[in-house]
C-alpha cells in the first residue's frame, strides 16, 4: 500500500505496529502469537524491510501523516511503536487525533530530545564505515555492539540476538547515503505539542534502558493528559523484543483502554 509492506494477522480490533531503526515488521511475530482477540496491522516503514527507499527531504508529519492514511483504512484507531517507531506513533497522535485513539510508546523516542552521547558516536562511525565500503554484515555488527547500549539487553536472549542480526543484516544503510534520516530526526516535540496529545497512552521503559529513554518517559507522563508508565523489569531498550511474554501484559493494558478524553 503506497510502497509501504503491510502485513495483517489475526482478528478482532485493529492495531498498527511501528518497528525501531534498521528493523521490519516481522520481529513483532512472537508477541502478536501473545496477543490473540487483535488484528495486527504491521508496516515496514520507509527503507526497512519491504519497502521503498526513504526519499530525502521527507519530514517527521509527512510519514506520520501518510501512516495515519493506513492506519484510517485499516480501522486501526490504537498504534504500538517501538524506539524510532514511537517517534513516528506519536507524530500520527498529533497529525491524525480522530484516528489514533491509543497510543504504546515502548523506549519512547521525543523528536528533537538530547540523544544518547554514544548512540550520536555509533551513528557517526556507522556513516564512516558505510563511506570506507563496509559490508552489511560488519555494518550490523558494529550497529549492535555496546555502547550504546541499544542492543545490550538482547545479550541475554541469544535466539533474538541472532533474529535481530538477521534483520539488521538486511538492511540497506541506503539513508545514510542519501541523509534521508535528517528530515526525519529533524523534527522536534515540544512541550506545547505533547499538551495537545489526546489518545490515552501507555509508555512502556525496561528498568535498564538508557537514561535518555527514561526521562522521555518522564516527560510524557507529565505533558500528555492521560498517559502511565509501566517498566518491564531484567529488560533494555528493547523491552517489547526482549521480555515479550511481560510485556503482552503491559501492552494489551494499553490497548484495551476504552475512554478518550474530551477535547478540552
Same mark, same amino acid.
Given at each position: 500500500?503506497?510502497?509501504?509492506?503491510?502485513?495483517?494477522?489475526?482478528?478482532?480490533?485493529?492495531?498498527?505496529?511501528?518497528?525501531?531503526?534498521?528493523?521490519?515488521?516481522?520481529?513483532?511475530?512472537?508477541?502478536?502469537?501473545?496477543?490473540?482477540?487483535?488484528?495486527?496491522?504491521?508496516?515496514?516503514?520507509?527503507?526497512?524491510?519491504?519497502?521503498?527507499? *526513504?526519499?530525502?527531504?521527507?519530514?517527521? @508529519? /509527512?510519514?506520520?501523516? +501518510?501512516?495515519? $492514511?493506513?492506519?484510517?483504512?485499516? &480501522? !486501526?484507531?490504537?498504534?504500538?511503536?517501538?524506539?524510532?517507531?514511537?517517534?513516528?506513533?506519536?507524530?500520527?497522535?498529533?497529525?491524525?487525533?480522530?484516528?489514533?485513539?491509543?497510543?504504546?510508546?515502548?523506549?519512547?523516542? *521525543?523528536?528533537?530530545?538530547?540523544?544518547? @552521547? /554514544?548512540?550520536?558516536? +555509533?551513528?557517526? $562511525?556507522?556513516?564512516?564505515?558505510? &563511506? !570506507?565500503?563496509?559490508?552489511?554484515?560488519?555494518?550490523?555488527?558494529?550497529?549492535?555492539?555496546?555502547?550504546?547500549?541499544?542492543?545490550?539487553?538482547?545479550?541475554?536472549?541469544?535466539?533474538?540476538?541472532?533474529?535481530?542480526?538477521?534483520?539488521?543484516?538486511?538492511?540497506?544503510? /541506503?539513508?545514510?547515503?542519501?541523509?534521508?534520516?535528517?528530515?526525519?530526526?529533524?523534527?522536534?516535540?515540544?512541550?506545547?505539542?505533547?499538551?495537545?496529545?489526546?489518545?490515552?497512552?501507555?509508555?512502556?521503559?525496561?528498568?535498564?534502558?538508557?537514561?535518555?529513554?527514561?526521562?522521555?518517559?518522564?516527560?510524557?507522563?507529565?505533558?500528555?493528559?492521560?498517559?502511565?508508565?509501566?517498566?518491564?523489569?531484567?529488560?533494555?531498550?528493547?523491552?517489547?523484543?526482549?521480555?515479550?511474554?511481560?510485556?503482552?501484559?503491559?501492552?494489551?493494558?494499553?490497548?484495551?483502554?476504552?475512554?478518550?478524553?474530551?477535547?478540552?
Amino acid at each position: 500500500m503506497n510502497g509501504l509492506r503491510v502485513v495483517e494477522s489475526g482478528t478482532g480490533p485493529a492495531v498498527l505496529w511501528l518497528h525501531g531503526y534498521t528493523m521490519d515488521l516481522t520481529l513483532w511475530e512472537p508477541l502478536w502469537g501473545l496477543l490473540p482477540g487483535w488484528r495486527h496491522i504491521g508496516v515496514d516503514l520507509p527503507g526497512h524491510g519491504g519497502s521503498e527507499p *526513504l526519499r530525502p527531504g521527507v519530514t517527521l @508529519p /509527512a510519514l506520520a501523516a +501518510r501512516l495515519a $492514511e493506513i492506519a484510517s483504512a485499516e &480501522r !486501526a484507531d490504537r498504534v504500538v511503536g517501538l524506539s524510532f517507531g514511537s517517534c513516528v506513533a506519536l507524530q500520527m497522535a498529533l497529525e491524525a487525533p480522530e484516528v489514533v485513539r491509543h497510543l504504546v510508546l515502548a523506549a519512547p523516542t *521525543l523528536g528533537g530530545a538530547p540523544p544518547d @552521547p /554514544a548512540a550520536r558516536r +555509533r551513528y557517526l $562511525e556507522l556513516m564512516m564505515l558505510r &563511506r !570506507a565500503g563496509g559490508a552489511r554484515e560488519q555494518m550490523a555488527e558494529l550497529w549492535m555492539s555496546s555502547p550504546p547500549d541499544i542492543f545490550r539487553g538482547t545479550e541475554a536472549h541469544p535466539e533474538l540476538r541472532a533474529r535481530l542480526r538477521e534483520v539488521i543484516g538486511r538492511h540497506s544503510w /541506503a539513508e545514510l547515503d542519501s541523509g534521508a534520516m535528517a528530515g526525519l530526526t529533524a523534527h522536534r516535540h515540544s512541550a506545547e505539542d505533547l499538551v495537545r496529545i489526546r489518545a490515552r497512552t501507555t509508555v512502556i521503559i525496561g528498568d535498564s534502558d538508557m537514561p535518555v529513554f527514561v526521562d522521555n518517559a518522564k516527560m510524557l507522563e507529565k505533558m500528555v493528559a492521560q498517559c502511565d508508565i509501566r517498566t518491564i523489569y531484567h529488560s533494555g531498550h528493547l523491552p517489547l523484543l526482549e521480555c515479550p511474554e511481560m510485556s503482552a501484559k503491559a501492552v494489551f493494558a494499553g490497548l484495551a483502554l476504552s475512554e478518550r478524553v474530551d477535547t478540552a
